[in-house]
């Protein structure tokens, strides 16, 4: 597969801020490598907060029918503006 380049501007404070990631005190060699990190981050976050989801979806979806309670949109919205 052909490498293929994203080219991104950043100015001021952001430029700053990769500035201070990279070089000698920094903790990466470049813009490229401090970027791609942030970006396996971003995808590991997304990739805990889909597991914690279907863990806490996961008994509901095991649950027997008969332990399902009726509730009004009312109902679910009186709960959720008392907290």
Do not use: C
């Not at 649950?63 to 503006?81: C, G, K, L, P, W």
């Amino acid at each position: 597969m052909a490498s293929e380049s994203i080219h991104v501007r950043v100015t001021g404070p952001l430029q700053d801020h990769v500035q201070q990631q990279i070089g000698q005190n920094g903790l990466y060699e470049n813009a490229s490598e401090y970027i791609r990190a942030l970006i396996r981050r971003d995808l590991q976050s997304r990739t805990e907060a889909w597991e914690w989801l279907q863990k806490k979806l996961e008994p509901g979806l095991r649950a027997d029918e008969s332990e399902f309670v009726t509730v009004s949109a009312e109902d679910v919205i009186r709960r959720n503006t008392s907290r």
